[in-house]
C-alpha cells in the first residue's frame, strides 16, 4: 500500500512554470513507477508523462513533449512533474499514481494501482 499527496498546482499565465510534487508514504517507493495524468471538466483522465523505478526510463504524452519533464527522488520518496511553456489547455486537475509494474514507464491509467487526490492546474490566457 502506498499514499500518494500531490501539491503545487495553482493559477498561472500561458507561457508561465509550475512544478508538481507528489510525496508517497507507506511502502518502499522505489517499488513503483510513477505516472502524471490530469482530467479537464468534461474529458477523459489523460496521460501526461511516467517514470520508471529508477527514474532511467521516461514516457510523455506528445501534447507535453519538450515542455514538461517528469523526475524521481527516491531518498525523499518524491516524483515532480516540471512544467514550462504552459498553455491554457494544460489546465485540469494534476494527478500521480503508483503501479508496481515497476520497470517501464506506463501510459495506459488502468495499469495504475494507487492515485493520489489531485491538484488543480490553471493556466489563464
Known amino acids: 500500500q502506498v499514499q500518494l499527496v500531490e501539491s503545487g498546482g495553482g493559477l498561472v499565465q500561458a507561457g508561465g512554470s509550475l512544478r508538481l510534487s507528489c510525496a508517497a508514504s507507506?511502502?518502499?517507493?522505489?517499488?513503483?513507477?510513477m505516472g502524471w495524468f490530469r482530467q479537464a471538466p468534461g474529458k477523459e483522465r489523460e496521460f501526461v508523462a511516467a517514470?520508471?523505478?529508477?527514474?532511467?526510463?521516461?514516457y510523455y504524452a506528445d501534447s507535453v513533449k519538450g515542455r514538461f519533464t517528469i523526475s524521481r527522488d527516491n531518498a525523499k520518496n518524491t516524483v515532480y512533474l516540471q512544467m514550462n511553456s504552459l498553455k491554457p489547455e494544460d489546465t485540469a486537475v494534476y494527478y500521480c499514481?503508483?503501479?508496481?509494474?515497476?520497470?517501464?514507464?506506463?501510459?495506459?491509467?488502468?495499469?495504475?494501482?494507487?492515485w493520489g487526490q489531485g491538484t488543480q492546474v490553471t493556466v489563464s490566457s
Open positions: 507507506g511502502r518502499t517507493f522505489s517499488s513503483y513507477a
Open positions: 517514470i520508471n523505478w529508477s527514474g532511467g526510463s521516461t
Open positions: 499514481a503508483a503501479t508496481t509494474s515497476r520497470y517501464s514507464p506506463l501510459p495506459n491509467l488502468r495499469r495504475y494501482d494507487y
